[in-house]
């Protein structure tokens, strides 16, 4: 019976495509396998990702691709309710879905491993009572995983939420963390968010190993404390720990096809090299119109030349996270007046999308700030860009401390209380970053890095060596 993996990762599309590029790493190395990816169809930006998964299709048809059901939402839960929790409540709710997929998937192929996203730890069980070895792939790095791993200890060492703490948080092999930079679902430990990851934390011992997106040389301080189980209770062992990174999504996520050059791409080719930064928030992330204009004037004033990914601000209900599908923005109304034209010879603002890997290894471009998700830092650091770290959910403030404490290869963007951001910060940080004085420790720290990258990748190097054992792993359960 021919074999196959089973990958199942959470709706947002950021976690689909690094579920499906880890499928096509898989393929690359063992084409003879049968690689399936359960498709979770939640009640927000379902046409986004139908687009992707159509463009994978039809370039690589060896990813097949299983629908699962839609399912109902409980009265009190919404599309404009907290995103984690929805996420995490229809994840729940999939579990017979998912039992009935790997069924009908055993039913023609040897399923050698079912691979989780952390989101999906609560399928973990079904994996279980299918006598289905269970691996999660953790799509942020090795100090976020520390630290969720720590965290059932850190729930028993307080009856506080983080949000309240106004402490300094330890965790093993990761940098002293601000309690209030904990992952925004668990500041508050009465949000249902922050129980659920707590008992999906409490899963990931249970597996048969532990995929990373990340590499030895770029967290080494984590990746020991981990594979010493110094984030784990004394009597809990670690399960085995795989650096498989980076992996790097190429694809354009919107989906589509077509041999037509983005604007921006063409507009980059005429700047000089190493000239331009490049401002890009995630497929997620939004600002209020008052933030844009802030960032505007800051840019304005920094005299630097910039590539600017505008969307629309959050609707009023909206915490600040696009899970309903965006129009354009036009800019005119939502940018100051006149910005547009004073800034037409050094800067371009393209709405709501860019190809961020191909414009991140454009040789004009010298800087990136963005929103500290870890696709996009992998992506920064293979480029060789360092990055102005401005965080804004998730677990990216977390991220912001590994990357300019620990990595170093960023400087923070400082906030005020309340998370805003003034143009005098904007243009401070900015003009930082693209200095060829001030930002030269990132920038030597970030290309250093990059060449560390590429060397884990190569053959013999330690995310090739650990991917490899993987394999061994699986193919003796044939």
Request: glycine content about 6%.
């Amino acid at each position: 019976m021919e074999a196959a993996i089973v990958l199942y990762p959470s709706p947002p599309i950021g976690h689909l495509v690094a579920m499906v590029e880890l499928g096509q790493l898989i393929l690359t190395r063992h084409p003879s396998l049968s690689i399936h990816i359960l498709i979770t169809t939640p009640p927000y930006r379902a046409d986004d990702t139908a687009k992707y998964i159509a463009s994978v299709s039809t370039t690589n048809p060896s990813l097949i691709f299983h629908h699962l059901s839609t399912v109902s939402l409980p009265p009190s839960l919404t599309s404009s309710s907290n995103h984690e929790s929805l996420t995490l409540e229809i994840l729940r709710l999939n579990n017979p879905n998912v039992r009935q997929a790997l069924l009908s998937i055993s039913t023609n192929f040897s399923v050698r491993a079912f691979v989780l996203d952390f989101f999906c730890a609560i399928g973990l069980s079904v994996a279980a009572d299918l006598n289905i070895p269970g691996y999660f792939f953790f799509t942020s790095g090795a100090a976020c995983l520390a630290a969720f791993l720590y965290f059932p200890t850190l729930h028993t060492t307080t009856d506080k939420s983080f949000k309240d703490l106004n402490a300094l948080i330890s965790i093993p092999g990761v940098p002293p963390v601000p309690s209030s930079d904990m992952a925004k679902p668990i500041l508050d430990r009465n949000d249902m968010a922050y129980q659920c990851f707590l008992e999906n934390s409490k899963q990931f011992p249970k597996s048969a190993g532990i995929m990373i997106n990340t590499y030895e040389s770029l967290e080494p301080r984590a990746i020991r404390a981990l594979s010493d189980g110094l984030c784990l209770p004394e009597n809990v062992p670690t399960p085995p720990m795989y650096c498989i990174g980076p992996l790097i999504i190429a694809h354009n996520k919107k989906g589509g096809g077509g041999d037509d050059v983005p604007e921006c791409l063409t507009w980059l080719d005429s700047q000089p090299s190493g000239s331009v930064v490049f401002l890009c928030f995630g497929s997620l992330g939004l600002f209020s119109k008052k933030q844009l204009q802030e960032i505007a004037i800051g840019l304005e004033r920094s005299g630097q030349r910039f590539l600017w990914v505008v969307r629309n601000p959050p609707a009023e209900n909206n915490s600040g996270v696009a899970i309903t599908e965006q129009q354009d923005p036009e800019l005119e109304s939502l940018l100051p007046d006149g910005f547009l034209g004073r800034t037409k010879n050094r800067g371009l603002v393209v709405k709501s999308w860019a190809p961020q890997v191909a414009v991140l290894n454009h040789e004009s471009v010298g800087g990136f700030v963005c929103h500290c998700g870890w696709n996009s830092v992998l992506e920064a650091v293979c480029a060789g860009v360092p990055i102005v770290a401005w965080p804004l959910y998730a677990e990216q403030r977390f991220n912001r401390i590994v990357m300019v404490e620990e990595i170093k290869i960023a400087l923070p963007m400082e906030e005020s209380e309340d998370g805003f951001v003034s143009c005098d910060v904007v243009e401070k940080r900015v003009r930082e970053l693209m200095d060829p004085e001030e930002g030269d420790s990132v920038r030597k720290r970030t290309k250093a890095l990059q060449s560390e990258a590429h060397a884990a990748l190569s053959e013999g190097g330690s995310s090739r060596v650990a991917l490899t054992e993987l394999f061994e792993k699986w193919n003796q359960l044939g």
